[in-house]
């Protein structure tokens, strides 16, 4: 009887604790639920609100696995890039413990509307708490991009080759006789206070070598800011030099001389003085 009582003592220990077991959880952060975006390449960021012990997490799009990562899977910021097409889309993060548990995210929705809404300089992402972000993809030689009125939330977004360096807008307001906007660089995570009108210059590679110039054009009522960004301001692009087309040289055939047509004439005999004399005939005395 005793032994009885112990062994089901122990699996009630068991199953208690098992109960009791924080099960991890997929935090889905980007893009938001319901967000529309008018770029087809996309980011997908999720966390989890614990340490992970994965083998693997796969972004689900439509029902279709478009991405799978099986290493270095983190707490935070795990992202993964795909295209989208046109079209409300469905999608969900799925991952495998290394005990072989399935555990699910969310499931959110994003729409890609391409239908005249991309701009010529930049693209949009409409967030699904009603901000936005501006995403811009710089090349050496890439005129200057000026943005719409800015408002504290907001980011933007720059893309050099395969990777995103982020600007968030965190707030503005008066500053003595001016106004400012304070930026935060993700990729440093240093926040700096831009006073209007003013320029700052972000070497996101720590390469000596500006990638972009944000110039602070204007803060309207401390609720809208103005930027433009230039893309690579030390950039020298050089054209390419003009060869010069050297004359194409037409070289002439000779032209052969047409023989005259018709009998030829032959020159008259001369008759000299003394020939003329001899023929003349003699008077007989």
Known sequence: MRKQVYILTLILLLLITTVNAEQINIILKSPGDGSVTTAFTQDFIFSFDQD???INCSLIVDDEEKEVRNTLIQRNSNKMNIELESGTHAWFIKCYDTEFNKILSETRSLTVNVGGGIKQDYEIIYNANGLRSYIITIAPGQDAVELPAMKAGEDIQI??????HY???????SDVSTSFVEIRDRTSNTIHRMLAPSTLSFDFYEDDTADIELFLRNVERNINAYFIVTPYPGAVVEEPEEVEEEPEVIEEE???????????EEPEEVI????????????EE
């Open 167 to 173: 600007l968030d807008i965190i707030k503005m307001g």
């Open 272 to 283: 000299s003085e003394e020939e003329m004399k001899e023929e003349e005939p003699t008077e």
């Open 159 to 164: 893309k050099i080759n395969a990777k995103t």
């Open 52 to 54: 992970p012990d994965m």
């Open 254 to 264: 000779p032209v052969e001389e047409e023989e005259p047509v018709g009998e030829v």
